[in-house]
């Protein structure tokens, strides 16, 4: 059996999935930008002990993390946002952000030397966590009835790019009045988020309301990003999402962030526009998408809206 691709949802909540068997298929009506996958093929183990290194990272003191202090040029390293005024609410949320690739973005001795192990984790966690990208490409091109490999070739082939932010959410005494993250939805293509499955925090939105995902043991959390809605002319929708904090415990999560090369112009795919349904969304490079998201902050999905073409 293949990967096994689990719609977030009332499903999910009631354990259905298990005997609706949805292998390697994308059941479209239910699409609602996120999902999670099993029988994914990353080791169990390996998953746990890489949520280890990293808890083990955050605990360190901050002179310790300090010392793989981000840069605003790179974005590279550890930085910390905790207690930090945003609108109305403020952050709650420590990172750790890496490239991964393409290679020649990645500088292994920027990442965590304590504990000892962590560079070695990080690099075996990320070397199958893209493969499972690779394979979820496939699934998702299939699915909107294009050659397997026309989404991969789409957003790059093999220049793509890929980064990993680990995120750490420390208690928080007033919880109500801060947010770990806040709404958005995430720029790339897709993201692999594992997140520790005994604190719940991820939230995305349904219509007015905030729906807390429950992690599925052993899973990962799909979150559909922008690019993937604009190639695939609106048939799939990134998910807005945000994380909520808790008074008694901590969480912490990793996401890999699958994210076209930063120089092709992202369009949706020819085959999917018709004369019923004209291409929905304006071309931009995803370098212009990137800048123009960074200088508006997050929001919603305010930023792929903008690219909506109003006939
Ligand atoms: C992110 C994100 C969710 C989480 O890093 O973009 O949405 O649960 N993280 O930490
Ligand atoms: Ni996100």
């Known amino acids: 059996m293949g ?9 999910v909540e009631s354990g259905e999935w298990a005997a609706s068997g949805l292998t390697e298929r994308w059941p479209l009506p239910e699409m609602k930008g996120n999902c999670q996958v099993v029988n994914h093929g990353v080791s169990h183990q390996l998953m746990v002990e890489t949520q280890n290194v990293w808890r083990e990272f955050f605990r360190l003191t901050v002179e310790e ?3 793989y202090a981000n840069s605003p040029e ?5 930085g910390s946002r905790v207690g930090v005024v945003k609108g109305a609410k403020l952050d709650w949320s420590d990172y750790f952000f890496l490239n991964y690739l393409p290679v020649s973005s990645r500088d292994e001795n920027k990442w965590p030397s304590q504990p000892s192990t962590c560079r070695e984790f990080v690099a075996k966690y990320n070397e199958e966590v893209v493969k499972l990208c690779g394979k979820l490409m496939k699934i998702f091109s299939i699915n909107l009835g294009l050659q397997e490999d026309c989404l991969e070739n789409a957003v790059g082939g093999d ?4 980064s990993l932010r680990v995120n750490f959410y420390p208690k928080c005494p007033q919880p109500d009045l801060a947010l770990g993250l806040s709404p958005h939805s995430d720029p790339g293509t897709l993201t692999i988020l594992l997140a520790d499955d005994h604190v719940s925090g991820l939230q995305v939105r349904k219509n007015d309301n905030w729906v807390t995902i429950k992690p599925i043991p052993n899973a990962f959390i799909v ?4 690019q993937l809605e604009v190639l695939s002319n609106g048939k799939y929708k990134s998910v807005e999402h945000r994380v909520i904090v808790n008074s008694s415990k901590e969480r912490g999560s990793l996401a890999f962030f699958y994210v076209p090369r930063g120089d092709i112009v992202i369009e949706p795919i020819k085959q999917l526009i018709t004369e019923d349904k004209p291409a929905q969304y304006q071309p931009m490079t995803y370098k ?3 800048m123009f998201v960074r200088m508006k902050g ?11 073409l109003h006939a």
């Open 3 to 11: 990967v096994v691709v689990v719609p977030c949802g009332e499903a």
């Open 65 to 67: 993390k300090q010392k």
């Open 74 to 78: 790179t974005y590279e390293g550890y």
């Open 159 to 162: 220049q793509i790019k890929a």
């Open 223 to 226: 979150n559909l990003g922008d």
């Open 288 to 290: 212009e998408y990137r």
């Open 298 to 308: 997050l929001h919603g999905k305010s930023h792929v809206e903008s690219l909506k």
